[in-house]
């Protein structure tokens, strides 16, 4: 050994702090600014391991408690003009990793001196992978922010089936103009490859007019064509699952008909849930009873995603639909197979914004 062991403890114990300092920062930010269970359980396994190595360095946690120099350390006074300002999480982020990746380099080469081992290279390669994963979720954090703007208010459902014979483009088109906020392309019946394309125009259109396009079930096209989200029902693919094959950015919504199943939506990260059917129709294909208005009040302060009503919802209704507590309502006929698509969306959004506004 040619340094003192002095010198060596006394880097590795500042090493040794520095990581763990600075995967604690780390923690911090998937913890509190993330929520992110996941990856802050992944930081705490890391402090851990930390400790656990501290503990059993040789010679034992005391030859660094005892090489220890806080007082007489010249480094501590010279700093960055950088390390004295932040300019938001992923700065804090990057900053952080850095310093835990450098400190592990460091403790890896002068353990070698005391006990060659791989536990410190094979931890850092564990940051690497962590700084990827911690930095691409704090990124779609902007898709988060996005994704809560989205207006739910007139929630309008495009199928042939009730057009009246009429382009699907047309009706969707029209819709738009008498107010509709999100449009979702539900064609169960459609080959893939016909709902493609179908999926394509309506992106067109719908990016051109600034609303969210959805597609009912299909994760598959959702991604093909681009849609800002997708529809699940009860027995369509779990959430979780679809989430994953998603990512964080795309909207997920969710059909219940109960408080059970709107509660366990939420727990699940969905978006948005569709609430119903609140009255009969005739859309809804093999029929459900309908839940009444009393389900929407009985969510009142447990959900807090949105929630949009459907089932046999019109401009006459709307009104106590939405003081039920509903955010918004979706409709297919009321809109789709109207004789004026445009007059009716208009009246419809007329009688939500007029209920709000009441609310």
Request: aromatic letters at 4%.
């Amino acid at each position: 050994m040619s340094m003192e062991s002095g010198s060596i403890y006394r880097i590795i114990d500042a090493n040794f702090n520095r990581a763990r300092e600075g995967i604690r920062v780390l923690e911090e930010v998937a913890r509190f600014v993330l929520d992110d269970l996941h990856l802050s359980s992944r930081c705490k396994r890391l402090r851990h391991r930390l400790r656990v190595l501290q503990q059993n360095i040789p010679g034992g946690p005391e030859c660094l408690l005892a090489a220890r120099d806080a007082a007489g350390d010249v480094g501590q006074n010279c700093r960055a003009e950088e390390e004295d300002q932040r300019l938001g999480a992923l700065d804090l982020l990057t900053a952080n990793f850095k310093r835990v990746q450098e400190a592990l380099r460091v403790l890896e080469e002068y353990t070698k001196f005391l006990s060659p081992g791989p536990e410190f290279k094979k931890m850092r390669f564990e940051v690497y992978t962590l700084e990827k994963d911690l930095i691409t979720r704090l990124g779609a954090e902007k898709f988060l922010a996005a994704k809560r703007q989205i207006d739910y208010c007139l929630y309008v459902i495009a199928t042939e089936k009730f057009t009246l014979g009429r382009p699907l483009g047309e009706v969707v088109e029209a819709a738009i103009a008498g107010g509709a906020t999100v449009i979702q392309l539900r064609e169960k019946d459609y080959p893939v490859r016909r709902l493609i394309e179908a999926g394509l125009k309506l992106r067109r259109l719908t990016r051109e007019r600034g609303v969210a396009l959805i597609v009912n079930d299909r994760v598959d096209v959702a991604l093909a064509v681009e849609a800002d989200g997708v529809h699940l029902g009860q027995d369509d693919l779990p959430l979780p699952v679809a989430r994953r094959i998603l990512g964080p950015d795309k909207i997920i919504g969710l059909s219940t008909h109960s408080l059970e199943e709107a509660l366990l939506a939420q727990q699940q990260g969905a978006d948005y849930i569709g609430v119903g059917p609140i009255y009969a129709t005739r859309t809804k294909d093999p029929a459900t009873d309908p839940v009444g208005l009393n389900l929407l009040r009985q969510m009142e302060g447990r959900i807090t995603i949105p929630k949009v009503a459907i089932g046999g919802i019109t401009s006459e209704n709307a009104k106590d639909v939405i003081l039920a507590g509903a955010d918004g309502v979706a409709v297919i006929t009321a809109v789709v197979s109207a004789p004026d698509v445009k007059g009716a969306a208009e009246a419809l959004r007329a009688a939500i914004e007029k209920a709000k506004r009441a609310r």
